[in-house]
């Protein structure tokens, strides 16, 4: 998804997150009033950052990257 359209989505109220690995395992996000990705939740493992990014996509205005 390009910019404008993440920018249009957030406007709409949602919230795009995206996982990553470096410097550790974590989760960013990107939301209405924030327009850069920043970090949302760090992790001691990727498996627990992925078990948990999979409950905040549960969210009915959450989505992913």
Do not use: C, H
Not at 52 to 65: A, P, S, V, W, Y
Request: avoid cysteine; hydrophobic fraction near 30%; aromatic fraction near 8%.
């Amino acid at each position: 998804m390009d910019q404008s359209s993440q920018m249009k989505v957030m406007a709409a109220g949602f919230r795009i997150l995206r996982t990553d690995d470096q410097p550790s395992p974590r989760i960013k996000v990107k939301e209405n009033g924030n327009y850069e990705w920043r970090t949302l939740e760090k992790f001691e493992t990727k498996a627990a950052r992925d078990r948990r990014f999979k409950e905040l996509l549960l969210e009915n205005k959450t989505i992913q990257d």
